[in-house]
T-cell receptor, first 111, second 116 residues
Framework: SQKIEQNSEALNIQEGKTATLTCNYT??????LQWYRQDPGRGPVFLLL?????KEKRKERLKVTFDTTLKQSLFHITASQPADSATYLC??????????FGPGTRLSVLP | DSGVTQTPKHLITATGQRVTLRCSPR?????VYWYQQSLDQGLQFLIQYYNGEERAKGNILERFSAQQFPDLHSELNLSSLELGDSALYFCASSVAPMGASSYEQYFGPGTRLTVT
């Protein structure tokens, strides 16, 4: 059955450093991959979308890569700030046939 | 503010009861999604509607049902409630259904359901 894994459950980094979050999947062939941010008790907020034929996407301090051979996406936050502390979720989309979220990684940026 | 509204914000009810959760999508969005999020399960996709029609089904129990009305608002009905149904229920909307293209989803603030 399909499986999505994200990093460890929690990731602590120092302010100003680059945070790198990982999304690995098996038994799935996503056409698209999305990343969301979720703060405690609130709904997820869309950040970035990347297509299977795109290697990299950037938006301000955010960068996403998508490697369909490795079945992996990396999500980078450069010059991280305490305000970036949240849970980050990857979501896989196979042309709407099967849209699934990963378990999330809780990021803490320490001042 | 995502533009998606959900009511009620909190709901406390007893086992065996039935509740209805309501969602109004963002203006212009035709697709509505329902998700359940509990501490040990993460965000689980339940069901998707597009312009009034059921589009995709996830891990939705038979005790749960949903519909999307002509004005595009949606309701999720949960019946014969069990303790394990306690969770945050999110509604999300997108401009179009996932298919040939993928679309960002806008999530509402959620309804926290507690079954006692």
């Amino acid at each position: 059955s399909q499986k999505i894994e994200q990093n460890s459950e929690a990731l602590n980094i120092q302010e100003g450093k680059t945070a790198t979050l990982t999304c690995n999947y098996t038994n799935y062939s996503p056409a698209y991959l999305q990343w969301y941010r979720q703060d405690p008790g609130r709904g997820p907020v869309f950040l970035l979308l990347i297509r299977e034929n795109e290697k990299e996407k950037r938006k301000e301090r955010l960068k996403v890569t998508f490697d369909t051979t490795l079945k992996q996406s990396l999500f980078h936050i450069t010059a991280s700030q305490p305000a970036d502390s949240a849970t980050y979720l990857c979501a896989l989309d196979n042309y709407g046939q099967n849209f699934v979220f990963g378990p999330g990684t809780r990021l803490s940026v320490l001042p | 503010d995502s533009g998606v509204t959900q009511t009620p914000k909190h709901l406390i009810t007893a086992t065996g009861q039935r509740v209805t959760l309501r969602c109004s999508p963002r203006s212009g969005d035709l697709s509505v999604y329902w998700y359940q999020q509990s501490l040990d399960q993460g965000l689980q996709f339940l069901i998707q509607y597009y312009n009034g029609e059921e589009r995709a089904k996830g891990n939705i129990l038979e005790r749960f049902s949903a519909q999307q009305f002509p004005d595009l608002h949606s309701e999720l009905n949960l019946s014969s409630l069990e303790l394990g149904d306690s969770a945050l229920y999110f509604c999300a909307s997108s401009v179009a259904p996932m298919g040939a293209s993928s679309y960002e989803q806008y999530f509402g603030p959620g309804t926290r359901l507690t079954v006692t």
